[in-house]
């Protein structure tokens, strides 16, 4: 029987042979949305996506939908993001689709991404930014001074590929971490660890709250205004994870009110972030369009995973990065 692969035109050109050489003798053909095909498999590539998200699918990117759906035979969707909260996917899954993200594959810029985001606001880079747009020498000389970084304690929610990988770098900047996780054991490596169920203990003692979590019913809504009552009013929150984590009202009436020193945030509860929100102009938060995780080298990686997944379809072995159900 042929194996129906569905693909964007883009990802069919460039895949096309490697899929051949894993596949070997057995009968496929690569179709597109296009064509009208019903598909066994799909590999969603980040050119279906685009500029879409969520909450605001474009035109492209809902035609590649519709074909999944309409996609009867379906038993296996590759996805290029490491979150399954997309609606459509979520649909897929619980039909009875396979589904398997690309955890990992992206976690190491994220962690850069999250790094800057501590280093731009523990140097005040915004407030350095804003003087020089208005052409003015601002010194970080008297109220201005910043506080070293060395000594600081950064909560880190999630123990995932981020995670693991912020840990150490905010170690190295000589930051003390406590990891907060779902399982009660210590990650090691000098990191303190508290289970998830206890987690607000150790909210008065941090200057950063760093969110490397996944959306999950447990963690939607985690950071609300109980939450952020009691963060330091010194501290900091950073969220390279999902917008869906904070409660915004009350993120935005800590910030306003001074209760809370700055965030950086990478990803909102409505995307793209609403031109009224007042977080594009408080002038202690930097606001990032849900760009963590993009680099030029993400493609090649996620390729070299759905052709290592794809092998393993063909020979009956258990599918990596499964999202649960």
Same mark, same amino acid.
């Given at each position: 029987?042929? $194996?129906?692969? /569905?693909?964007? +035109?883009?990802?069919? =050109?460039?895949?096309?042979?490697?899929? !051949? *050489?894993? #596949?070997?003798?057995?009968?496929?053909?690569?179709?597109?949305?296009?064509?009208?095909?019903?598909?066994?498999?799909?590999?969603?590539?980040?050119?279906?996506?685009?500029?879409?998200?969520?909450?605001?699918?474009?035109?492209?990117?809902?035609?590649?939908?519709?074909?999944?759906?309409?996609?009867?035979?379906?038993?296996?969707?590759?996805?290029?993001?490491?979150?399954?909260?997309?609606?459509?996917?979520?649909?897929?899954?619980?039909?009875?689709?396979?589904?398997?993200?690309?955890?990992?594959?992206?976690?190491?810029?994220?962690?850069?991404?999250?790094?800057?985001?501590?280093?731009?606001?523990?140097?005040? $880079?915004?407030? /350095?930014?804003? +003087?020089?747009?208005? =052409?003015?020498?601002?010194?970080?000389? !008297? *109220?201005? #001074?910043?506080?070293?970084?060395?000594?600081?304690?950064?909560?880190?929610?999630?123990?995932?590929?981020?995670?693991?990988?912020?840990?150490?770098?905010?170690?190295?900047?000589?930051?003390?971490?406590?990891?907060?996780?779902?399982?009660?054991?210590?990650?090691?490596?000098?990191?303190?660890?508290?289970?998830?169920?206890?987690?607000?203990?150790?909210?008065?003692?941090?200057?950063?709250?760093?969110?490397?979590?996944?959306?999950?019913?447990?963690?939607?809504?985690?950071?609300?205004?109980?939450?952020?009552?009691?963060?330091?009013?010194?501290?900091?929150?950073?969220?390279?994870?999902?917008?869906?984590?904070?409660?915004?009202?009350?993120?935005? +009436?800590?910030?306003? =009110?001074?209760?809370?020193?700055?965030?950086?945030?990478?990803?909102?509860?409505?995307?793209?972030?609403?031109?009224?929100?007042?977080?594009?102009?408080?002038?202690?938060?930097?606001?990032?369009?849900?760009?963590?995780?993009?680099?030029?080298?993400?493609?090649?990686?996620?390729?070299?995973?759905?052709?290592?997944?794809?092998?393993?379809?063909?020979?009956?072995?258990?599918?990596?990065?499964?999202?649960?159900?």
């Amino acid at each position: 029987m042929t $194996l129906r692969i /569905l693909l964007s +035109a883009a990802a069919a =050109q460039d895949l096309r042979g490697a899929i !051949a *050489d894993v #596949l070997a003798d057995r009968p496929h053909v690569l179709v597109t949305p296009e064509q009208g095909v019903e598909a066994d498999i799909a590999f969603v590539t980040r050119d279906v996506t685009g500029l879409s998200t969520k909450h605001q699918v474009l035109p492209d990117t809902q035609r590649f939908y519709d074909a999944l759906e309409a996609s009867r035979p379906l038993r296996w969707l590759q996805i290029h993001s490491a979150g399954t909260d997309r609606p459509v996917y979520q649909r897929l899954q619980a039909r009875g689709v396979q589904l398997a993200t690309a955890s990992g594959v992206n976690a190491l810029v994220v962690t850069h991404t999250a790094l800057a985001g501590v280093l731009a606001l523990a140097r005040r $880079l915004p407030q /350095l930014w804003r +003087a020089q747009q208005e =052409q003015r020498w601002a010194s970080l000389m !008297a *109220d201005a #001074l910043p506080r070293d970084l060395e000594g600081q304690h950064a909560v880190l929610v999630g123990w995932g590929p981020i995670g693991q990988r912020l840990g150490p770098l905010l170690q190295a900047l000589g930051l003390r971490v406590t990891v907060v996780r779902q399982q009660d054991s210590p990650v090691g490596g000098g990191l303190a660890t508290v289970p998830a169920a206890r987690w607000r203990e150790v909210l008065p003692q941090a200057d950063w709250l760093l969110l490397a979590c996944p959306l999950t019913p447990q963690t939607r809504g985690m950071v609300d205004a109980a939450a952020l009552a009691l963060l330091p009013r010194h501290s900091y929150l950073i969220n390279v994870a999902r917008g869906e984590l904070v409660e915004e009202p009350a993120l935005v +009436a800590a910030l306003q =009110q001074g209760r809370l020193a700055g965030a950086f945030l990478d990803t909102f509860a409505q995307e793209p972030l609403p031109a009224d929100s007042p977080l594009w102009s408080l002038p202690n938060v930097i606001a990032t369009p849900h760009s963590a995780g993009l680099s030029d080298g993400n493609a090649a990686r996620v390729r070299r995973l759905f052709l290592d997944n794809l092998r393993r379809w063909v020979a009956g072995e258990p599918l990596l990065h499964l999202a649960p159900d």
